[in-house]
Each structure stands twice: as C-alpha cells, then as structure tokens.
C-alpha cells in the first residue's frame, strides 16, 4: 500500500483517464477495532431539530445518534463504543437551521430531506440505520 501510514488500512479507487484521482479513506487499525468496534448511527427521530447558531461558536452534531441532547453530541458515543465521532463545525454568521436527526443526510449536519425517504419514514426511531 504506497502513501498509507503503516498499520491504516486505506480504501482507494482510480480512474483511467489521463489524470488519476485517488480517493482514500482512513479506517482504524484491526487492534483498535477490537475495542472501539463501528455500530451504525440509530435514527434519533424521523424530522430535522431547527436550531439556532451563533457566529464562531463551535459545534459538535452527533454523528452516532444516542444522544440525549439531539442534535448536539453528549458523549454517548464514547458510553457506548460506537467507533463513531461527533462532527464539530463551526458557523461565520448568526442563524437558523435544521440539523439532521435521521442520520440519513448526504450534507451533515444540515438537513437534506433524506429524512421523508420511505427507508427512513418504514424505520422504527432508535432503530440503526
């Protein structure tokens, strides 16, 4: 595996056109799998949170979704041994948004309505996704 780090695992892909275009993704070591084993986020409920964020402010959106504190992270996922990590973002002015609490969502942390698919509305909450 040329360019991985040693002892990472990497997932690539490339495209035979004239330039190449390598994609890789870090996934933990198989000795740190054993203790922090990947689950797969649980919905926290079927319809985005509408919150409102201040400027600078730093975030972290639950990725895992056994938060107690939807849509914000409170360590569950550590509790728990997910292998799943908060997303921390931040934001350059004041305002309201919707967060994703399905999980689902292809542009995290906001909504993107993957929440009203028929996969996410079928689904029982705190069932994984």
């Known amino acids: 595996m040329a360019g991985a780090v040693a002892g990472l695992r990497s997932v690539g892909s490339r495209t035979a056109s004239a330039g190449l275009k390598w994609s890789q993704t870090r996934v933990f070591s198989s000795w740190l799998d054993k ?3 990947r689950k797969k986020p649980l919905i926290a409920q079927k319809k985005p949170i509408k919150v409102d964020l201040k400027a600078g402010k730093t975030y972290k959106w639950c990725v895992c979704g056994r938060s107690k504190n939807q ?3 409170d360590g569950s996922h550590l509790f728990q041994r997910t292998g799943l990590f908060p997303l921390r973002f931040k934001v350059e002015e004041n305002r309201s948004v919707l967060l994703c ?3 689902a969502t292809l542009k ?5 309505g993957t929440h009203k698919t028929d996969r996410i509305q079928n689904a029982e909450e705190g069932s994984p996704l």
């Open 35 to 37: 203790w922090l084993p």
């Open 71 to 73: 849509p914000y992270c």
């Open 101 to 103: 609490a399905c999980k």
């Open 108 to 112: 995290p942390p906001y909504c993107d």
